[in-house]
């Protein structure tokens, strides 16, 4: 069984689009994350939420939603698309933000294409 | 603030190389240091770990060792394989959040 799954894969989609990525995990942690990675494999980190709170929301534009409806659900929605949101996002998660082994679970990325 | 420098790649080396791949942070206090590596087409996954000055992590043949006088955390092998090439994220952890590095691509030659 797959740790952490995050679907699609890939995503194509033209500009001015709604669309959004789920992120699932099935190890018990309690914090899960949103990272977006740039053509230059930056890593950059969105927004991370502690059993269904936000915890971090870093400087994101507001056209991106986090929604946790669970500790194990993490979903990223993403309004009106610019070409600009292309890039790979990753879904993460790890045992809580504080305590546990601190090793962070990475899902395979979702490629997101903005056309 | 916290933040993780490390070498800019891409790093191309032919197969049994030595490889060092340097990383220096900032931060107060005592943060726990990871590499993590992603390989072609996957997610990050940890490679090793240090939580406390002196400390070395260790795995498939990689080191790294915590140094607070220096406040680097290196990564080492002896003798790298096709199988390694990957981008390599050092990293940090203080309190919730967890900073990377911007990463060092590997090209291993065989």
């Known amino acids: 069984d797959t740790a952490v799954s995050q679907t699609p894969k890939y995503l194509v989609t033209q500009m001015g689009n709604d669309k959004s990525i789920k992120c699932e995990q099935n190890?018990?942690?309690?914090?899960m994350y949103w990272y977006k990675q740039d053509s230059k494999k930056f890593l950059k980190i969105m927004f991370s939420y502690n059993n269904k709170e936000l915890i971090i929301n870093e400087t994101v534009p507001n056209r991106f939603s986090p929604k946790s409806p669970d500790k194990a659900h993490l979903n990223l929605h993403i309004n009106s698309l610019e070409l600009g949101d292309s890039a790979v996002y990753f879904c993460?998660?790890?045992?809580?933000?504080?305590?546990?082994?601190?090793?962070?679970?990475f899902g395979a990325g979702t490629r997101l294409s903005v056309l | 603030g916290n933040s993780v420098t490390q070498m800019e790649g891409p790093v191309t080396l032919s197969e049994e190389a030595f490889l060092t791949i340097n990383c220096t942070y900032t931060a107060t206090g005592y943060p726990s240091l990871f590499w993590y590596v992603q390989y072609p087409g996957e997610g990050l996954q940890l490679l090793l770990k240090a939580t406390k000055a002196d400390d070395k992590g260790s795995n498939k043949g990689f080191e790294a060792t915590y140094r607070k006088e220096t406040t680097s955390f290196h990564l080492e092998k002896g003798s790298v394989q096709v199988s390694d090439s990957a981008v390599y994220f050092c990293?940090?952890?203080?309190?919730?959040?967890?900073?990377f590095g911007k990463g060092t691509r590997l090209h291993i030659l065989p």
């Open positions: 993460a998660s790890s045992q809580g933000p504080r305590g546990g082994d601190n090793i962070q679970y």
């Open positions: 190890l018990g942690h309690d914090t």
């Open positions: 990293a940090l952890r203080k309190e919730d959040k967890i900073i």
